[in-house]
């Protein structure tokens, strides 16, 4: 009778709250099929909670419930999952990330790649092998045949690693991508993709390249602009990347444009007042943001680590959920689902409910992580499970986030991890797939799988297997000839690329195609010729300049924006006149020709010694893959206000020192009269030659022509000498400075 009583008691909780001694749960959500549980309403560290427990703990829309495909033991700390192509699912898994607050161990070589297998087909894995063992903390995996490519965290290197013998472990690795240098950051702010795009190059974040695979290697395409966001990367049905930025609290960044062309953002690409705001089901008190960063009731108000991002393009979920953008916030426990809205050509993210999320838990160790869509045309989630979400920079001692971890004790939960499957009542998992040891030919129907999945997955796999027997069954799918779909008649085009067996006359064909999407690839494919000065293909991508689909305006803009042919000239400057009220059309001309001047950047260096350029280019690379995730990478700041703005910055671009001590130990509190919700991170882990890479890059890009170079002019660049000295200064220096302290440290230096 008392456990009765007891259990009656926990389920009329009605709020989720923390006190500062006690941890309430959740117990019941009329919109939702499931409560949380806590064994103690006493107990001030939150009960981890078993799978069973978890799933139930999910809030889902009506129809729609959670699938449990893997938990610990037979994974821990999982970060990425994919797929063969008969759906064994390889699983890494970062298991040294943040073990503690100080990050204890964090660097040890003991993360693995496990791989698991279904046997009996009942959609839950029942079979486990360690794939790959000794890793460090492994970050980005992808697929090819029977292969595996993996990057593990502080190199920018990639190998192949392959299972010959059929015991589920690997027995020969062999490199894919090899740099020879170690990637620069901290583990959060380093790599994470390796996504195969429509477009058959295969795209990561940061840093600046994109791959073609090529008989077993990775063959690298620099991007002048940069890459783009953090931690996930996905793309569309028609081949547009979606990038995050959580350093910089941007929940959606980098999908106007592929990279290639330029760098575009839009400040109302989601409504900051709208799309920000996030509501979770629990409180949150954990945030890196402190108080700034929560609500009254202790829930975080605004994203601060969005990830793992995804499209959805499965086929056995409700069709009104294909196309939408799927992003996590671990540290909410949701997922953010979003409509994507063309306005114009101009892409926007809005969210698909009122005032709460696609997802959310009362599960308080519930940290997803990265998003899919399967084989069987179902949701994935990846789901950490465990108490610290935060890299160890982000949890010193001292700091508002490592308060709250000490006292609720939450950083001993860790070695934990679930993958779920999101799925519907009305719908029934789909068929495991069966594309290795196939012929091309077999694998051609699959191009137009109404899942998503299956199309990427037959394309790559065929263009893998390069066999030109199939090219004449491609053109006649690409033509529509034995196609059902447009998506279908779209990758056969793709394919024929990757095969490099793409003709103009599968272009000029595909050009007048019904469908706008395939009218855009087709112009998009044409840049084949378009770079080879072919003047017919030029003149008859012109003639669809009044094409009413603003998709294809844009893609004639971006293929033909760089020509230097005078009838391709004549093309863009046209479109420019038409669409002078057209945002994006106006937009993507600015952002091509920045990134033409990137192509050149060295012209703007010629007043400098060469010791001064590789200083201001070497920070060049830095600051895109670092700093501009907050402060953009124009200098100018981000729409979420997530920290100042560089340019005209006058406290970094005065006073070099100022700007070395800043960027050493740090910043924190007001920043002329306005508060930001993060602390300026030190830096001084890093050697003089970087620091003073990226405050001579800083000096040189965001300040005035008066500051650069000349006789009387002060000069943007900063010694390593500078950084050692002022090292030598401030070595016992531990806290970072605020504004007050630099200007009177300046003064008194000064007097």
């Not at 009778?1 to 309430?24: D, E, G, P, R, V």
């Not at 139930?56 to 797929?83: D, K, Q, T």
């Not at 490592?402 to 789909?430: A, P, S, T």
């Not at 390593?720 to 000295?725: A, C, G, L, Y």
Request: net charge neutral; with cysteine.
């Amino acid at each position: 009778m008392k456990n009765t009583y007891s259990l009656l008691i926990l389920f009329a909780i009605s709020a989720i709250f923390y006190s500062s001694n006690t941890y309430f749960s959740l117990s019941e959500n009329k919109e939702a099929r499931i409560y949380s549980f806590s064994d103690s309403l006493h107990s001030r560290t939150p009960t981890p909670l078993t799978p069973e427990q978890s799933r139930l703990a999910f809030r889902v829309p009506a129809g729609y419930h959670m699938e449990l495909v893997a938990s610990e033991p037979m994974i821990a700390e999982p970060v990425a999952i994919a797929w063969d192509g008969n759906a064994r699912m390889y699983v890494a898994q970062m298991e040294t990330y943040t073990q503690d607050a100080d990050g204890t161990g964090t660097k040890e070589k003991k993360s693995r790649v496990m791989l698991l297998e279904d046997t009996d087909n009942d959609g839950k894995m029942d079979k486990s092998t360690v794939f790959i063992k000794d890793l460090l903390l492994p970050r980005m995996i992808l697929c090819v045949n029977h292969e595996l490519l993996v990057n593990e965290t502080d190199t920018y290197d990639i190998y192949s690693y392959k299972d010959t013998n059929g015991d589920g472990v690997a027995d020969i690795k062999k490199p894919a991508y090899i740099l020879g240098k170690v990637a620069g950051g901290n583990l959060e702010h380093q790599r994470s993709g390796l996504d195969w795009n429509l477009d058959n190059y295969i795209y990561q974040t940061y840093d600046a390249v994109r791959f073609r695979y090529t008989k077993g290697v990775l063959k690298a395409d620099s991007m002048p602009s940069g890459s783009n966001g953090q931690w996930g990367l996905t793309h569309d049905n028609y081949g547009r990347l979606f990038f995050s930025r959580a350093g910089g609290e941007n929940a959606g960044s980098g999908f106007q444009i592929n990279p290639k062309y330029g760098a575009l953002e839009f400040s109302d690409a989601y409504s900051e007042e709208k799309f920000s705001p996030v509501y979770p089901i629990i409180s949150t008190p954990d945030v890196q943001g402190g108080k700034p960063r929560l609500n009254p009731d202790s829930t975080l108000n605004h994203f601060t680590a969005a990830n793992g991002q995804s499209i959805f393009r499965g086929d056995r979920l409700p069709s009104d959920l294909v196309g939408d953008y799927l992003v996590n916030e671990p540290v909410a426990r949701i997922i953010r689902r979003a409509k994507v809205i063309n306005n114009q050509g101009k892409t926007q993210l809005e969210n698909a409910y009122d005032k709460k999320e696609f997802i959310a838990s009362s599960d308080f160790y519930f940290r997803p992580n990265n998003t899919y869509t399967g084989p069987d045309g179902c949701l994935y989630i990846v789901d950490m499970s465990r108490g610290i979400i935060q890299e160890s920079n982000w949890t010193p001692k001292g700091s508002f986030l490592r308060g709250k971890i000490d006292y609720y004790g939450i950083g001993k939960v860790n070695q934990r991890g679930r993958i779920w499957r999101l799925v519907h009542d009305d719908f029934k998992r789909g068929p495991q797939p069966k594309m290795l040891d196939v012929s091309a030919k077999s694998l051609l129907a699959y191009l137009d799988h109404p899942n998503g999945w299956w199309r990427d997955n037959a394309q790559k796999q065929i263009i893998i297997l390069d066999d030109k027997s199939v090219v004449p069954a491609l053109k006649a799918m690409a033509s529509g000839i034995n196609s059902k779909s447009a998506l279908g008649r779209l990758h056969a085009l793709w394919t024929l690329e990757g095969l490099n067996a793409i003709d103009k006359p599968t272009i000029y064909a595909a050009l007048k195609d019904t469908d706008p999407q395939v009218r855009k690839a087709a112009i998009w494919i044409s840049e084949i010729f378009l770079k080879q000065n072919d003047q017919t293909m030029i003149s008859t991508i012109g003639k669809m300049i009044n094409d009413e689909n603003y998709d294809i305006k844009t893609q004639i803009l971006l293929s033909l924006g760089s020509n230097k042919s005078e009838l391709a000239k004549q093309i863009v400057q046209e479109i420019m006149t038409q669409n002078t009220n057209n945002q994006m059309i106006t937009s993507v001309k600015k952002s091509i020709d920045k990134n033409e001047d990137a192509k050149i950047y060295g012209i703007k260096l010629a007043g400098f010694t060469a010791p001064e350029r590789k200083l201001i280019l070497a920070g060049g690379e830095i600051y895109k893959s670092l700093c501009s995730a907050c402060h953009g990478a124009d200098g100018k700041g981000l729409p979420t206000n997530a920290a100042p703005a560089l340019r005209g910055a006058k406290h970094i671009n005065a006073d070099k020192d100022i700007a070395i001590r800043i960027l050493m130990n740090g910043l924190k509190g007001p920043i002329e009269g306005k508060t930001y919700p993060s602390v300026m991170l030190a830096m001084n882990d890093n050697s003089d030659e970087w620091i003073a890479s990226i405050v001579s890059y800083i000096r040189y890009e965001f300040v005035g022509t008066s500051m650069r170079v000349g006789k009387g002019r002060q000069s943007a660049v900063v010694q390593v000498s500078d950084v050692k000295k002022i090292r030598e200064q401030h070595v016992g220096k531990t806290e970072p400075w605020t504004i007050e302290e630099l200007d009177q440290l300046s003064t008194a230096i000064n007097q």
